[in-house]
C-alpha cells in the first residue's frame, strides 16, 4: 500500500453518506446470508423486540422483517439513511414493525433485559468489536440473542499489504477464534460463526459500487476529495481481490443463558 493512500476516516461525512445512499447495503452482505444467521435463532415468540444497530438504509432490516413476526428498530447515526429506512419500510408496507431512529450505538435508550435479538451486520467496528458485545448484553433478555457480522482474519498470517491497510482500517480485526473467544467472554454462549460469501463482496458491495462511480465523480468534479476518495473505494475493491484469502466477513451468533 502506498503511503498516500488515505483512510476513510478522513473523508468527509457527508459525502460518504450521500455515496452510500445509493445503495442497498452499506456493507458486505446479502439476504441469503441475513437468513442464514438467523436460521440459528431459536424460539424467537411472536412479539419479539428486535434491534438492527448502524441499519443503514435498512437492506438486510426489511429482510428480517419479512421473516419474523415481532418488531424492529433501526438505529443509526445518519439522519439521511433513517429517512430512507423509514420510506423503504413505507414502501414495503412494513411501517406498523419496522421504526428507524437516529441514534448511537455507544448510547442505547433501550430498558435492560427488554430485548429479544440484537442484530448488528458491518457495523459494530464502529463501537469496537468486544466493547460492543460487552456493552449492548445488558440489554438483552436472559434467552435473548446477537447476531453481528465483522471483518476478520481468516489465517493466523497474511501479506504485509494486507496486515497495514487494516491495522489502519480498523486495527480490531483478528481472527474468527480471537472473536469467537470475545464474545464467549462478554458473557454470550457462542451459537455460530461463518464467512460470509465472496458475493456479498463482489455482486452486493463493490458492484453497485463501480456503477455509479462515474457519475458520482462527474456531479462533484470540483470537489478534489471526491476523486481521492473514490480512489480509495476502488484500492479498497482491488485489494479484496488480491487478498480475499486472508480476511472476509464473518457472522458471528450468540445466547444469552
Ligand atoms: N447494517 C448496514 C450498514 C452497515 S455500514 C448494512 O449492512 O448494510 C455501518 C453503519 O453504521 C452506517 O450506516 C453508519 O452510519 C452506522 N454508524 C456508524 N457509527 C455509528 C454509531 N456510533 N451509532 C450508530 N450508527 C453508527
Redesign the pocket.
Known amino acids: 500500500m502506498s503511503e498516500n493512500t488515505s483512510s476513510i476516516h478522513e473523508f468527509d461525512l457527508n459525502l460518504i453518506?450521500e455515496y452510500?445512499s445509493n445503495f442497498?447495503?452499506?456493507?458486505?452482505?446479502s439476504p441469503e446470508v441475513t437468513l442464514k444467521a438467523l436460521s440459528f435463532i431459536e424460539s424467537l415468540p411472536p412479539d419479539a423486540r428486535i434491534v438492527?444497530?448502524?441499519?443503514?438504509?435498512?437492506?438486510?432490516t426489511m429482510v428480517l422483517a419479512q421473516h419474523v413476526t415481532g418488531s424492529i428498530t433501526g438505529?443509526?447515526?445518519?439522519p439521511a439513511?433513517i429517512e430512507l429506512f423509514n420510506q423503504n419500510a413505507q414502501d414495503l408496507q412494513l411501517r406498523d414493525r419496522v421504526q428507524g431512529e437516529v441514534?448511537?450505538?455507544?448510547d442505547l435508550h433501550f430498558d435492560e433485559s427488554s430485548l429479544d435479538l440484537i442484530w448488528?451486520?458491518?457495523?459494530i467496528y464502529?463501537?469496537g468489536f468486544e466493547k460492543g458485545l460487552q456493552y449492548w448484553y445488558k440489554f438483552l433478555k436472559t434467552g435473548g440473542y446477537i447476531a453481528v457480522?465483522e471483518a476478520s482474519w481468516l489465517t493466523d498470517e497474511r501479506p504485509l499489504e494486507i496486515e497495514q491497510f487494516w491495522q489502519d482500517a480498523y486495527p480490531g480485526i483478528d481472527t474468527i477464534s480471537s472473536k469467537v473467544g470475545q464474545m464467549q467472554q462478554a458473557g454470550y454462549v457462542p451459537i455460530a460463526a461463518f464467512i460470509l460469501p465472496e458475493n456479498c463482496w463482489t455482486e452486493h458491495y463493490y458492484k453497485p459500487q463501480a456503477e455509479i462511480q462515474d457519475v458520482f465523480l462527474k456531479k462533484h468534479a470540483s470537489n478534489p476529495m471526491v476523486a481521492g476518495f473514490i480512489a480509495n473505494e476502488r484500492h479498497e475493491a482491488l485489494l479484496y481481490e488480491q487478498y480475499k484469502a486472508y480476511y472476509g466477513y464473518v457472522f458471528y451468533i450468540g445466547k444469552k443463558i
Open positions: 453518506c452510500f442497498k447495503r452499506q456493507g458486505p452482505g438492527d444497530i448502524g441499519c443503514g438504509t435498512g437492506g438486510q438505529i443509526d447515526f445518519f439513511f441514534g448511537n450505538m455507544e448488528s451486520e458491518g457495523a464502529n463501537i457480522s
